[in-house]
């Protein structure tokens, strides 16, 4: 028998004066009167105690079922509602980064922007190939398809009635039309005034200019036309024609690096002098630097590199720059050879060290390239050299913070040669790419546009300087930014940056031209297409695309492992597919190379939230809001996330800093409502739930927020208008109105705090109750806690409720719903209606005996609309079963434990811990 509060209290208040008692007539030293007179004192030092371990952390915390001293009842209040989570606005998603632009750490403060998704589902359809194919002249543009070839002048290749289409253009024009010729074709100008462009086929064409001995040399000129690049006379063949050098006023070549490069090695001539010297020298280094432009740059570097060494041993620039063209041709164990003979001889030059390191950080000797640089900066600190080499390798190494003074050092020192004019350019743009990769967009500006004054075709400084334009600020978008059309020359900076300008613009016009140019980007630099893969996943995830997203993402990965975008997309991708361990792993790599990436933090929290890991989803949020206290959304969702923890004192201090954030922030208000009214003040909480639809008028009835507050309100008087009455049998009998229904062979009693059935059956169809009755009108549920006896279970037990007929001393069941278990061990649900046959269904899991096992049967609706909801052990069986009898307010609902069986069968089955829900005051 259980020991009532009242019981316990006089026990302890017994024990305690009996103590009394005792020490006051034995004299001993707990008495009344103190201890002995004679004795010292003795002081003991204690650790004072901690003062939060004592404090409640607010959570809710269920009211007992009875205070002590308070007169008892058998009605209570039922516990609070769950959370029905309120609707959230999206989290702010992350732009891609342009190359350059913003690092991880500022990818908050400068990406964080909202694009609406447009739906456009061809958009990365596959160009469908076409059903013909046409002649070459057709493809050209030369003749139309399908229409005759006309014959043409052998002296003008246009007909004399066709009009020239370049007859109305002016003479600046004209000029600059000629001057692009001149950038694809060789050139000669006759004395006639006439221009004719093509190509020079002359053995050793480059030295016709330059040797003397070849001025009488005819020029071997193959004639084509500039628009078309094909022969200039099209209905025939024509070879070089040999044109005299009197009939020449100047001719040239076509503007590229070779033959650049090849003329300005002949004008060197083939012995070096002290005037060549310096000239060489520059040219090999442009060389090295311009390498990809023209197929023997290295080759002539090497050469040059070599003739210069020779020439003056005691400059180490030529063997410098030796090493570096190895290094640009992948002879890297000749480039080590190299550094290492120099070290040799000028180990107290700085410039070989930052030269060396720079290749050991190829190699991924960080550590080793590190320590040389600072070595290096050690012998000079003012050397323009060594900073600029220590500030790149710390902005390599995303070591942005650390890399901007040595940089700005370097700028201060710079060479002023005009040769070096391509180190002065590369330290501002790196200068401002560095600021640009912490956020300071105002203080990378000007270094840019001082890059861009000295070298105004620098495309790195110009994509720079387009990114800043709009990055954190899609309003500067300008028209020609993304609209203008992307020049030939322009490289894989500014077409990524064109192809996230058209990102921001935010149109389907502006996606399908983002789709091209970035794909345009991807191909122009095969080794940095990460960025623009990466790029082409958020434009798949905008356009309804996620698997495509996913895909973009996933090779953008596989590219560079270490692209914290790529990543970020990834882990966002996976989470909205309910991955939450390759949401993690991939979050997690993102934060490996940034520990203060925020977002991903929030993301990684927000996957965990939604997927139900809410102790991880705080440990996220706590140090996202560490690093960023401002983003009153990540506020909202930690309380939501702490109100899953049972936290409602910690859920209410962030939705309202949310609040303070953001007044008009619903999910915040209704956050806030809700731990109103865990904390006991329902009423206020209706108040403030009301207060959000009023609000929010002004939006459509069906605004999710509104919809929602009402259901709430409404949830929340349906829930205070119930009591639930329990019984948890502690007596020796039965009482409390409950009723039995025997006379079939078991028998009602009582035991240990329990009610129980014990018997055997003696007849077939047998049936034992013990029910109460309710008012259908105010009744809603009943669960207990059932014990079914291993070995006495051959029979069907278990819990119903129903409404009888009574005709004389019969009864006629009309509606009964129950869940039971069966006789072969399984749990069945039946549901028995007025002339129907009755519905049994087996739930095809097992009702387990010899434990307790927890049951509920809940009636919801009014009248006709009622509806059952069975479940065990908290997991629903069946959900608003339509039971239209057992709304009927004609007669009371019976609610109770039964238990039925054919002639012989024995059962034992008990029930504690009854509890049913009804409407009505308490």
Known sequence: ???????????????????????????????????????????????????????????????????????????RPLQRLPLDEPPRTVISGLLPPTDPGPAPISYGTSLRSQVEPIELPEIFDAVSESAGFETDDAFLGVVKKDEPTRPRSLINPRDEGEKDPYADETSAERSARR??????????????????????????????????????????????????????????????????????????????????????????????????????????????RRRLEAPRALEIAEGIYRRAAAFDSEDPAPRLGLANCFEAGFRFEEAFNEYNDLLETFSHREVVHVRLARLEERFLLLDEAEQRLRRALSMDRSSWVTRYGLGSFLARRGRHAEAVGHLREANRNAPQDPNKLHIRVGIRSLLGDVLFALGKLKEAEPFYRQALAADPDHGRSRAGLLALGFTGDPAALSASST????????????????????????TAASFSRAREVLESAAEADPLRADRALAALSFLAELTGHPDQALGFAEQSREINPRNAYALFQIGRLRGQQDDYEGAREALLAALEEELDFEDALVSLGEVAFRLGRFEDAERYFERAISLNSGRHKVHTLRGLNHLRLGAVADALVDFQAALDLDGDNPTAAGGLAWCTYLSGRSEQAVNLLASIDDRRRSEDKEDPWRVWSREQMERIQDHEEKVEWFDSFDRNRLLNEWRTREGDGPIVSMEEGAVKIEGTFTKSGGLARVYREWPASLFVSIEADIWIEPGKDNVRVGLFIARERRRGRESEIVAEASVMRHLEGGVQVRFLRSAREDDVRDMRQPFPTGRWVRLRIERTGEASESAVTITMDGVPLIEKEPMASLGSASTPLLVGLFAEGDNGREVRVKMENCAVVFRGAE
């Open 483 to 506: 609209t203008g059309e992307i020049a030939g020359e322009e490289g894989f900076e500014m077409l990524l940056a064109r192809g996230i300008a058209l990102l921001y613009e935010g």
């Open 179 to 288: 001057q692009g010729y001149r950038r694809n074709y060789a050139w000669i100008q006759h004395s006639s005034g006439e221009s004719w462009f093509g190509r020079i086929e002359n053995e050793n064409r480059y030295a016709l200019k330059i040797d003397a001995d070849r001025d009488n040399e005819p020029i071997l000129f193959v004639r084509l036309n500039p628009d078309t690049g094909r022969g200039f006379f099209e209905n025939i063949q024509v070879g070089a024609i040999p044109v005299e050098r009197d009939a020449v006023v100047d001719f040239g070549f076509a503007e590229t690096a070779t033959n650049e490069f090849e003329v300005r090695l002949l004008e060197l001539g083939p012995t070096l002098t002290r005037g060549t010297y310096d000239k060489a020298v520059a040219l090999a280094d442009e060389c090295v």
């Open 1 to 75: 028998m259980r020991l009532r509060q009242e019981q316990t209290v006089f026990l302890v208040t017994i024990l305690f004066l009996g103590f009394l008692t005792w020490n006051l007539m034995s004299g001993g030293e707990a008495s009344i009167r103190g201890g002995g007179r004679g004795k010292d004192a003795e002081f003991v030092n204690y650790a004072p105690p901690d003062v939060a371990r004592a404090l409640s952390d607010g959570s809710f915390k269920p009211a007992l079922r009875r205070e002590i001293f308070q007169p008892p009842r058998d009605t």
